[in-house]
């Protein structure tokens, strides 16, 4: 535990009343506002109607859509809220206060993101404070009577300083961001005990590779309008391949399962790359996709789960896409 690091712009709001989650808000919000800088709110509906009432009489905050922050996912959202900062921040007023609400639903298999994405941007605010940057100070909302208790867990430990009465104070059980996400299992694939739709050892012809993967896949039985899913993660698969080549040593083995519910795919190689926890949260080189460096970002992007696993031989990357 380390209740004294992390980053001063990043505290959690953790409440099981109305009367707590809107008053510990309202005074981050006037906190802000009061200071003459940007504020923006990015929560769910119940909460939001419950803020807008409560702030009423400050029309100076902005109210941006929760899907716009949260909707493709936890990992997108990383991006999403940097952006948020970009958006309105303004030379007169380089701080933006953002009160945010990450929810993940009742679907338990999607939990392990969303405790990687509290982690990672803790560790991502952390890293612009240090670095100077213009600041983004977050205040995380968690009502407790919808927040799954591990989940609740999660924002004990990835949050620096905790809102209390109104006030931020150090956060006695913080864990150090790279420590939290290491120290996530990463849970079994009951596919991966079947026989694979594909399996190819020692890759090195992607475009034969690439053919072979699409036929496969289309010829698996796979529940209708599932399509736009499969191209994604298709594309994702051949991302992760290709930095498998280019960055990791031979050899590459990929294997591929698909059913009515999901579709995984692990690419493995000798190397011993992709140790950084933080890596393919956002692409190596910033917003100019044209320098290259985005496959893990990317893959983030466009699949449900992307786990990886440093193994005694190197590493292994697994793709996973719920088809709903």
């Given at each position: 535990?380390?209740?004294?690091?992390?980053?001063?712009?990043?505290?959690?709001l953790?409440g099981?009343?109305?009367?707590d989650l809107?008053?510990?808000?309202?005074?981050?919000?006037?906190?802000?506002?009061?200071?003459?800088?940007p504020?923006?709110?990015?929560?769910?509906?119940?909460?939001?109607?419950l803020l807008q009432?409560?702030l009423?009489?400050?029309?100076?905050?902005v109210?941006?859509?929760?899907?716009?922050v949260?909707?493709?996912?936890p990992?997108?959202?990383i991006?999403?809220?940097?952006?948020?900062?970009?958006?309105?921040?303004?030379?007169?007023s380089?701080?933006?206060?953002v009160?945010?609400?990450p929810?993940a639903?009742?679907d338990e298999?999607?939990?392990?993101?969303?405790?990687?994405?509290?982690?990672v941007?803790?560790h991502q605010?952390?890293?612009?404070?240090?670095?100077?940057?213009?600041?983004?100070?977050v205040?995380?909302v968690?009502?407790?009577?919808?927040?799954p208790?591990v989940?609740?867990d999660?924002v004990r430990?990835t949050h620096?300083l905790?809102?209390?009465?109104g006030?931020?104070?150090?956060?006695?059980?913080?864990?150090?961001?790279?420590?939290?996400?290491?120290s996530?299992?990463?849970?079994?694939?009951?596919?991966?005990a079947?026989?694979p739709?594909?399996r190819?050892?020692?890759?090195r012809?992607?475009?034969?590779?690439?053919?072979?993967?699409a036929?496969?896949?289309?010829?698996?039985?796979?529940p209708?309008?599932s399509?736009?899913?499969?191209?994604?993660?298709?594309?994702?698969?051949?991302?992760m391949?290709?930095?498998?080549?280019?960055?990791?040593?031979?050899?590459?083995?990929?294997?591929?399962?698909a059913d009515?519910?999901?579709?995984?795919?692990t690419?493995?190689?000798?190397?011993?790359g992709?140790?950084?926890?933080?890596?393919?949260?956002?692409p190596?080189h910033?917003?100019?996709?044209s320098?290259?460096?985005m496959?893990?970002?990317?893959?983030?992007q466009l699949?449900?789960?992307?786990d990886?696993?440093?193994?005694?031989?190197?590493?292994?990357v697994?793709?996973t896409?719920v088809?709903?």
């Amino acid at each position: 535990m380390d209740g004294a690091a992390g980053s001063g712009t990043h505290r959690a709001l953790i409440g099981g009343s109305d009367e707590d989650l809107v008053e510990g808000t309202v005074a981050f919000v006037c906190a802000g506002l009061d200071a003459g800088e940007p504020v923006v709110v990015a929560c769910t509906d119940p909460t939001g109607e419950l803020l807008q009432k409560a702030l009423a009489d400050r029309p100076q905050v902005v109210w941006a859509g929760w899907a716009d922050v949260y909707g493709n996912g936890p990992a997108a959202a990383i991006t999403a809220v940097r952006r948020l900062g970009e958006r309105y921040r303004t030379p007169g007023s380089p701080v933006v206060h953002v009160v945010l609400e990450p929810f993940a639903g009742p679907d338990e298999d999607t939990w392990r993101e969303w405790q990687r994405y509290d982690a990672v941007l803790d560790h991502q605010l952390e890293e612009a404070e240090r670095l100077g940057e213009e600041p983004l100070v977050v205040l995380c909302v968690c009502d407790t009577r919808r927040v799954p208790a591990v989940l609740v867990d999660a924002v004990r430990a990835t949050h620096p300083l905790l809102q209390v009465d109104g006030q931020q104070q150090p956060n006695p059980d913080h864990v150090d961001a790279a420590e939290y996400l290491t120290s996530l299992p990463v849970p079994a694939e009951p596919l991966e005990a079947t026989e694979p739709l594909v399996r190819a050892d020692s890759v090195r012809d992607l475009r034969g590779l690439r053919r072979d993967l699409a036929a496969q896949a289309a010829d698996a039985s796979l529940p209708p309008g599932s399509e736009p899913a499969l191209e994604d993660f298709l594309l994702a698969v051949d991302e992760m391949t290709t930095n498998a080549l280019r960055h990791g040593r031979p050899p590459v083995d990929l294997r591929l399962w698909a059913d009515a519910s999901r579709l995984v795919c692990t690419v493995t190689d000798r190397g011993a790359g992709l140790q950084d926890p933080f890596i393919g949260y956002g692409p190596a080189h910033g917003d100019d996709l044209s320098l290259g460096g985005m496959g893990l970002w990317l893959a983030r992007q466009l699949c449900d789960h992307v786990d990886i696993t440093l193994t005694a031989d190197g590493v292994q990357v697994r793709l996973t896409t719920v088809l709903r």
